[in-house]
DNA sequence: GATCTAAACGGACTACAGTCCGGTTAATAT
DNA sequence: ATATTAACCGGACTGTAGTCCGTTTAGATC
């Protein structure tokens, strides 16, 4: 059994912080709000850097000196809603959270990455564009990639249980996912159906 | 029982072929050799359009004109490398080719093509790289696709094979393995082993 | 209040993919 | 040989992410 926190998406101020300049506060709050309404506006592909630092009213540096990267931007403007569904599959009532048995527990967080990808997925595929390491060591993608091989371990599958829910996250990427849903019209409960045979062929008799 | 035909990378001419001019088959040529000399010397990630229209002493419209992006280049560059692979698996001898059981086939698949992301890896993921359409759709990717889920079929997995298939792909994605392999250390055996677990447990009892 | 300094700022600059269009040329017809 | 023309060519141009560095300023110290 592990001991489990919630990661910060994006840890703000390292450790021992030395809190940061009003200016630069003020700074993070427009940029913030404007990211948020640019996104309202047309859509995260059509958002561009340029877009935000004019509306924010503030220099291009600045944008970038705040959230490192476009990529960087869409996790912190994904960041609260990453924290809520981690708060769920970890803390949450049954069968997604603690209580029901892992079988029933990687159905459940299926179904639920698959909502989550419906809701926010082009954010998502934006926070991982371009770079491989985002995709794939995130802060909230190893946590849910963690998740699973609990899950796994718990149900039995003993054999190199990390790797295996390494194959299993791949199929819920929110790029394969959104291409899925978006592209092939595949509506939300056939994936989530599939998701189940999947997982329950896979548990099946430890 | 399908019929199936070897998928042309880049289809080279569409249709009724009005046959290409000789300075355009030139150029073609220069420019294939020169990508291949810059992406020996350099690598592909620091590999740039630019480099190959100074290199292959071309103008940029022309690289643009012939391979329309770069992700198309690298498609090039892969193609013969992909065909063959093509070639084994639906031509070539068992366990690979047909002759043998589905799982065996399924094993033998798998561990094929993380051989082809070791070696061809780069390229690969660079022919998708900034274009889910190009990752999720694009001819060799559709066509294993399809041979998963014929694979399935046959082992008697009627429950949505197609979806299976694309789950069962994403683990095998160039972008996933070569992470795995090179971020993470993860030995080519241990992502075989992985996923002939992962098919067989799948595959159990029909 | 004056001084100091590290942090924050802004916007010009670079790198790269991809587009555009006026000029050029290979192939064909005459 | 000459004319014709559709395909081809080059390279200047655009859009966007990300960097750099001289300037400004918040906030702490005296």
Redesign the pocket.
């Known amino acids: 059994m592990f001991f489990v926190s919630l990661i910060p998406i994006r840890p703000e101020l390292p450790f021992g912080a ?1 809190s ?5 506060a003020r ?1 993070r709050e427009r940029l913030l709000h404007a990211a948020r309404e640019l996104v309202n506006e047309c859509g995260v592909d059509a958002f ?3 877009m935000l630092a004019c509306r924010a009213d ?5 944008v ?3 959230f490192g ?3 960087g931007l869409m996790m912190t403007l994904l960041s609260d809603s990453e924290s809520e569904f981690q708060r769920q599959f970890i803390f949450g009532p049954p069968p997604l959270g603690p209580g029901a048995p892992p079988l029933e527990r990687l159905i459940a967080f299926g179904e639920a990455r698959i909502k989550f990808v419906e809701e926010f997925g082009e954010l998502a595929r934006a926070a991982s564009e ?1 770079s491989p390491q985002n995709r794939h060591d995130a802060p909230p993608v190893v946590l849910w990639h963690r998740h699973i091989e609990m899950l796994l371990r718990e149900a039995g599958l003993d054999r190199d249980p990390w790797l295996l829910a390494l194959s299993l996250g791949a199929s819920l990427d929110p790029e394969r996912v959104l291409h899925s849903l978006r592209e092939h019209g595949i509506p939300q409960e056939r994936l989530a159906a599939s998701w189940r045979e999947l997982v329950t062929r896979l548990l099946k008799d430890g």
């Open positions: 030395p940061e300049r009003s200016d630069a700074n561009t850097m340029d503030v220099g291009k540096g600045t970038f000196r705040r990267s476009r990529a371009h």
